[in-house]
């Protein structure tokens, strides 16, 4: 009875400021979230769309798949593999996963 007496009169409870409060850990999980996999993983994938940009004939590659080859010709999208003697395989450059020094 106290209490909605009290809530009638336009006092506070205790607890009010509680709303802000309850917010600060969500938000602060959100910035550990950010800066440990979301800011690496932006980076990673720009230093992957540099390799695939600066890709020419001649250079030894891996495919995410695992097969290792010498780039023949360069397209638009994809990239023909050399794997063996007579054996050319296209593939998308974002099967791309790296170079091979």
């Known amino acids: 009875m106290n209490f909605a007496y009290g809530m009638a009169q336009g006092g506070t409870t205790a607890g009010g400021a509680g709303g802000i ?3 600060l850990p969500l938000i602060f999980i959100f910035v550990i979230f950010y ?4 800011l690496p993983q ?4 720009k230093e992957h769309q540099k390799m695939l940009q600066a890709l020419k004939k ?8 695992g097969i ?13 593999l050399k ?4 054996t050319r395989i296209e593939f998308t450059k974002s099967s791309i996963s790296g170079k091979i020094e």
């Open 83 to 86: 794997v063996d003697d007579n």
């Open 21 to 23: 409060a309850s917010l």
């Open 42 to 45: 932006r980076k990673k994938e």
């Open 35 to 38: 800066f440990l996999l979301i």
């Open 58 to 65: 001649g250079d030894k590659v891996i495919t995410s798949s």
């Open 68 to 80: 290792y080859g010498t780039v023949v010709n360069i397209k638009e999208k994809s990239v023909v």
